[in-house]
């Protein structure tokens, strides 16, 4: 698995590559829990760009209920974009659309959580990144 995090406004958008299973887990953990922290800038909160992962397992899903308890107990956000089915079907069969937003693109998870974070975002667009 792949994780890499930008910071946008006040929104941090976590890339994931790859299967976030059990032999994922403990790295999928270690890099996200730090992004919760209020030191890491992440005020209005996190947005998991999932276009990469193919699978989420539980071990997954505990991460992601973890991090929204640690958010929403400092009044943030947590948002998933931009899902495979596979990984859409289990969010949804699981019912961790009542534990995170779900939202078919980046720019629409950036846009409910911040102005600033979506400005941001289209700024460095612009410029050519990614």
């Not at 887990?25 to 209020?38: D, N, R, T």
């Not at 539980?58 to 974009?81: E, T, W």
Request: proline share 3%; charged share 20%; glycine share 8%.
């Amino acid at each position: 698995m792949n994780i890499a995090s930008r910071t946008y406004g006040d929104v941090i958008l976590v890339e994931l590559t790859g299967r976030i299973d059990y032999a994922a887990g403990a790295e999928f953990e270690q890099a996200v829990l730090p992004l919760v922290e209020p030191a890491a800038g992440s005020g209005a909160g996190l947005v998991f760009d999932l276009q990469g992962v193919a699978y989420i397992s539980s071990v997954g899903l505990r991460v992601f209920l973890v991090a929204a308890k640690m958010l929403r107990s400092r009044g943030a956000r947590i948002a998933v974009a931009h899902m495979q089915p596979v990984v859409e079907q289990i969010m949804l069969i699981s019912r961790f659309d009542k534990i995170v937003e779900i939202f078919p693109t980046v720019i629409d998870a950036l846009a409910a959580l911040s102005s600033d974070a979506v400005a941001a975002h289209r700024a460095e667009n612009r410029g050519g990144s990614s």
